[in-house]
């Protein structure tokens, strides 16, 4: 939907129509119109691109920086280990909404700034999981089998570390995605994310808050969305630990016959 | 006859699997008479053990069952699951393979070891304290007063061993069903199993030793029947199978063991999924023949039972 | 061959309290080429230690392993590469040392690629090779770990440690989570390829009967020490705890339950490691106890003779 938003959309978004503002829902406009007469059907449909956009890009960026850390961390241990997690510890000890809130604010208003707060706050997550599953995997025999027929530390940690990692970290990325709708959403609400003309659910909420009264479509149909989408991700995260958790079921099952 | 202990006739379990259904058990049918040890011997993912959870109705909740089960006159394979519950523990016991796994790391030994008693023989706190504390000097773990009182994590594996055949012998039960005692474990320790296994059974517990141990159940056992590919393929006294054994499966097994020159049995063992037709051991079987294809019937021969068309 | 002289190996746990538990102490052995020992006792002796110690995966704390006279300890890491290839281990859980995301073949392909210098082509005979040298077909090839049995799993592990043309396979308890049958077959082949190839094998069991099948040699290791060593050491054993445990394969004298603690001796103890739990100690075990050579076997009991 968000992809095809361009052609599903019944109105073009920068399309004011004053005289048609605050509408309720009708045949017309299904979710209304906006104080400006924007359709919100339209709108909504345009703000899943910008929300599952920053969500993806957001989730892929401080996946590879939190695994390529979380990874270094685990595998080499000593001093880099530490120096690398009371990194991540320092930035987990703050509430997560508080730091982006103070990222944004020092940083200035903008999507790209919204982003980059929210990478800083999502990577540690992938970190501390990448680290921990490298622990792991870096006590199994076959780290060690290879590192004894030669293999070097860079070999070990791509061919084997990563790999045998991956399902735990793809799991809390799709949580992940979730989240970060969710933050970038009430950062948007806070005015500290997109310009207010770009359609964006968290910058749609805060638009309609002041009509939310007498016209309160504006903030529902939105918030809906939020919410649908957070609970999408969340079930699909769900669902991907217990396809892969059935994997092993079903190995150490069938090894017995 | 009435020195017949379990009597185990025609059951077949079936497991579905992801990859097709796999037949563990296919119409085991044999008997323990009262105070004897009968061993079934059989290599891993024979399907031996899901025939000892089969008689304990303890198998996994998707596992379809089939046949009879009588343990002392009673058909224990149709009670309800609460009537099951008062015969677990009480007239059969079991002892699981690993201690630190059976154990609850969190409860006192001494507590453990005195539930069945408590839960079976209806005694109070007090007695089944001074009853637990006997047995566990029985199985020497001493002094028993402080042992009594530790948890399973100050244990050597060992004595947690011995501490849960206490556990399993609480209730004094009539029938003992191990599995795989020994997997893992070395020499010393196999033989301290075995020693324990011996005073129990010498009180006059009957036991079904579920083992893939070939001299362990040469040590132990007074019948021995040995499983193929969920078949039970001989039955037979233990001086005479170990003297002379009839199945051709059970030649080539016995051949493998160390002490008589570890002879490798020729081919793959089959895949539970796609077993055979007819004889299941005969793709690797130095006599087959044509009517192998067809299934062998189950021979009586002084005494032992054999599934080969070769005593036909 | 391979040689190690006074190996001492220690484990230390504990944050505040350090505890340290010496797992091997004093060992020497030497094993020849083409020949096959056989290391003997009971879990927690020390054998899988000394394995470890032996192929360098572990660094001994005192003491020197040689190998084919260089010496291996206190070698670099990029020196030492070029001897990895000649002395593998194989362990005793075969699922732990190929990776599970990995079919089987890339697993045995993979000391090639490690080594560089063989071509595409090269690798993919050589795997056929191995494949074929441990009895398995082209259908195992493209599997994972998980759809393999144990034997065959453990097959595989040989086949990738024998890629890189080992003279030594050190192989630790690797039968002895299998059934008979393919205990058996395991061991067979490994003493053709064994013959074929003419490296030597390190057997670590605490399967006596095992040991007794397979071994030119046999070490009886206890608490660490070396307390017998010689050719016929089961038709003969002069040591207590090889008597102690010949006995307990047999099953003899059931009627008793034997202790199994008494490994914690005094502090500064010097004296014989196994007399807490002889049946035949006397005040002069309290004497520290040498491998003494009686009659071509070495002994670490002063009553032998």
């Not at chain 2, 303890?58 to 519950?85: C, R, Y």
């Not at chain 2, 015969?87 to 030994?109: D, E, F």
């Not at chain 2, 002379?244 to 160390?258: K, N, R």
């Not at chain 2, 008589?260 to 055979?276: A, F, Q, T, W």
């Amino acid at each position: 939907m968000a992809i095809f938003a361009g052609i599903l959309a019944p109105y073009d978004y920068t399309e004011k129509n004053l005289q048609n503002r605050l509408q309720p829902p009708s045949s017309d406009h299904l979710f209304g119109t906006d104080h400006l007469g924007r359709d919100i059907l339209t709108m909504v449909m345009y703000g899943a691109r910008t929300s599952l956009f920053v969500g993806f890009v957001v989730v892929c960026i401080s996946l590879a920086i939190g695994v390529t850390l979380g990874v270094l961390a685990g595998y080499y241990g000593g001093w880099l280990d530490e120096i690398i997690m009371r990194l991540t510890d320092s930035f987990l000890a703050f509430p997560s909404m508080f730091l982006a809130l103070a990222i944004t604010a020092f940083l200035g208003q903008g999507l790209k700034n919204m982003m980059l707060a929210l990478i800083i706050v999502e990577w540690t997550v992938f970190a501390r999981i990448a680290r921990g599953s490298t622990l792991d995997v870096k006590t199994k025999g076959y780290v060690r089998a290879s590192r004894w027929i030669g293999a070097s530390n860079g070999y070990v940690m791509i061919k084997h570390v990563l790999p045998n990692i991956i399902s735990p970290v793809l799991i809390m990325a799709t949580l992940g995605i979730g989240n970060v709708i969710l933050a970038a959403a009430g950062l948007s609400f806070l005015g500290l994310g997109v310009q207010p003309s770009t359609p964006e659910w968290g910058a749609m909420l805060d638009a309609g808050r002041t009509y939310v009264t007498t016209a309160p479509w504006l903030m529902l149909f939105p918030g809906l969305f939020i919410m649908t989408s957070v609970l999408a991700f969340n079930y699909f995260g769900d669902g991907l630990r217990d396809a892969l958790d059935q994997k092993m079921k079903y190995t150490e099952l069938e090894g017995r016959f | 006859m009435s020195d017949v202990l379990l009597k185990v006739s025609g059951v077949s379990v079936t497991i579905p699997t992801g990859k097709g259904a796999v037949q563990a058990v296919d119409d085991a049918a044999f008997s323990i008479n009262k105070h004897e040890v009968f061993s079934l011997i059989g290599e891993s993912g024979s399907g031996k053990s899901i025939l000892g959870q089969a008689i304990m109705r303890l198998l996994p909740p998707n596992a379809v069952f089939s046949g009879k089960v009588e343990l002392g006159g009673t058909e224990i394979s149709s009670l309800s699951e609460k009537e099951m519950q008062k015969v677990r523990g009480k007239t059969v016991a079991s002892i699981a393979q690993n201690p630190y796994l059976a154990m609850n790391p969190g409860i006192r030994v001494g507590t453990q070891v005195a539930e069945p008693m408590r839960a079976h023989l209806g005694m109070s706190k007090k007695d089944s304290k001074a009853r637990t504390c006997r047995a566990l000097k029985y199985f020497d773990i001493i002094p028993a007063e402080v042992r009594e009182r530790e948890y399973p994590f100050q244990y050597s594996g060992g004595m947690l061993q011995r501490a849960m055949v206490a556990m399993g012998t609480a209730a004094n039960p009539e029938l003992i069903i191990a599995d795989e005692p020994t997997k893992g474990v070395d020499v010393l320790k196999k033989r301290n199993i075995a020693a324990i296994f011996k005073k129990v059974s010498s009180d006059g517990c009957a036991f079904l030793l579920i083992t893939h141990d070939v001299g362990f159940a040469r040590a132990m056992a007074d019948r021995i029947a040995v499983n193929y590919c969920g078949q039970i393929v001989e039955i037979a006294e233990k001086e005479a199978f170990f003297k002379e054994p009839l199945h051709p499966y059970s030649q080539a097994l016995l051949d493998a063991v160390p002490e008589r020159g570890m002879h490798p049995i020729p081919g793959l063992s089959p895949s539970m999924i796609e077993v055979p037709e007819g004889c299941r051991f005969h793709p690797r079987c130095p006599y087959k023949t044509d009517r192998c294809l067809t299934n062998p019937p189950v021979v009586e021969l002084d005494g032992r039972s054999v599934r080969c068309w070769v005593y036909a | 061959m391979l040689k190690a002289e006074n190996l001492h190996f220690v484990y230390t746990s504990g944050l505040i309290k350090t505890i340290k538990k010496a797992a091997v102490c004093g060992v020497d052995l030497e094993i020849f080429p083409g020949e096959t020992v056989a290391i003997v006792g009971e879990s927690g002796c020390g054998k899988s230690t000394l394995a470890k110690t032996l192929v360098q995966q572990l660094v001994p704390a005192s003491g020197e392993v040689f190998f084919g006279g260089t010496k291996l300890t206190g070698m670099s890491w990029k020196n030492l590469r070029k001897f990895m290839g000649k002395i593998q281990l194989i362990p005793q859980n075969p699922d732990d040392v190929v990776d599970p995301k990995w079919t089987v073949e890339r697993s045995v392909a993979e000391p090639f690629v490690i080594c560089r210098g063989f071509s595409k082509e090269e690798i993919l005979v050589n795997v056929d090779a191995l494949f074929a040298e441990v009895g398995l077909s082209a259908e195992h090839k493209p599997r994972y770990p998980h759809e393999l049995s144990g034997g065959e799993l453990q097959r595989v592990v040989i086949a990738r440690a024998l890629a890189l043309k080992p003279d030594l396979l050190v192989c630790d308890e690797a039968t002895s989570m299998l059934d008979v049958s393919v205990q058996a077959f395991i061991v067979t082949m490994l003493k053709d390829i064994q013959k074929k190839r003419g490296l030597g094998l390190v057997f670590i069991t605490h399967d006596l009967e095992v040991a007794k099948a397979v071994s030119d040699r046999v070490l009886v290791m206890y608490a660490g020490e070396i307390v017998e060593e010689g050719k016929d050491v089961f038709d003969r054993p002069l040591h207590p705890y090889t008597r102690a445990l010949l006995d307990a394969v047999q099953y003899a004298s059931l009627e008793v339950v034997l202790p199994e603690e008494g490994r914690a001796l005094p502090d500064g103890f010097t004296g014989c490691s196994y007399c807490r739990l002889c049946r035949e100690r006397t005040d002069a075990c309290k004497e520290p106890q040498k491998l003494r050579d009686v009659s071509g076997r070495l002994v670490r009991c002063w009553k032998s003779k």
